[in-house]
């Protein structure tokens, strides 16, 4: 098997898991992944998670050319911001999970650090999640606002869209996704309960030990 090979059919199965576990939902979410040409796979627009035919996915050459498969997401623009800012991503994942959703629309957020301290494991994989404006689906504005975050930021929350994250591999970027959802599931579960949450401390031993990017 080809390495271009595996990653379409890493591609499908994870983008499957996703939607069997309801953390997107009809056609809705995109992936794509660095190819070892420098290129990208990118999953199609209009597709479903639970049906993805690796075959068809979109690739693009290491001059981010469309050359082959169907038509790609719409949301390229917020896929080429992601790669163009951070040499380190090797994969990116955008979700319209609802419990980041919801928590995006709640009017008492901190922008530049979405998801409250509540455990460890969303400091340690995403850092400081932004939250960034509502913009059109589709809109290049999205890339714009990315691009206007330098880079500093792995993850970044669309407000009434929808969560995106950047990883080194496919893996790593679907586990970050995955954590950004249950960080975000448990502050709507515990809103206005007044939860015991991690102190300034906690967060700062963990940013030290597990070398967080803590972008302020």
């Not at 059109?136 to 999205?142: E, F, L, Q, R, T």
Request: with cysteine.
């Amino acid at each position: 098997m080809t390495d271009i090979t595996k990653l379409r059919e890493d591609i499908c199965r994870f983008a499957r898991a996703l939607h069997e576990r309801g953390l997107t939902h009809g056609s809705t979410g995109n992936i794509s992944v660095r190819t070892p040409d420098g290129g990208l796979l990118v999953t199609p627009t209009g597709s479903s998670f639970l049906t993805l035919d690796p075959a068809r996915l979109s690739r693009f050459d290491a001059e981010l050319a469309h050359v082959e498969g169907d038509k790609p997401t719409k949301e390229m623009p917020l896929h080429r911001a992601f790669y163009d800012t951070r040499g380190t991503a090797g994969a990116i994942v955008h979700l319209h999970s609802c419990h980041s959703v919801a928590l995006s629309m709640m009017p008492d957020v901190d922008p530049n650090d979405f998801l409250p301290h509540l455990t460890p494991y969303p400091i340690m994989q995403l850092g400081r999640v932004k939250l960034l404006p509502y913009f059109m689906p589709g809109d290049a504005a999205i890339g714009d606002a990315i691009r206007g975050l330098a880079g500093k930021r792995s993850a970044v929350m669309l407000a009434n869209h929808g969560p995106v994250v950047a990883g080194k591999s496919l893996e790593a970027a679907v586990y970050a996704i995955e954590e950004l959802e249950a960080g975000a599931r448990l502050a709507m579960m515990t809103r206005g309960l007044s939860p015991a949450g991690l102190s300034d401390g906690d967060v700062a031993a963990l940013v030290s030990k597990f070398d967080v990017e803590w972008d302020d």
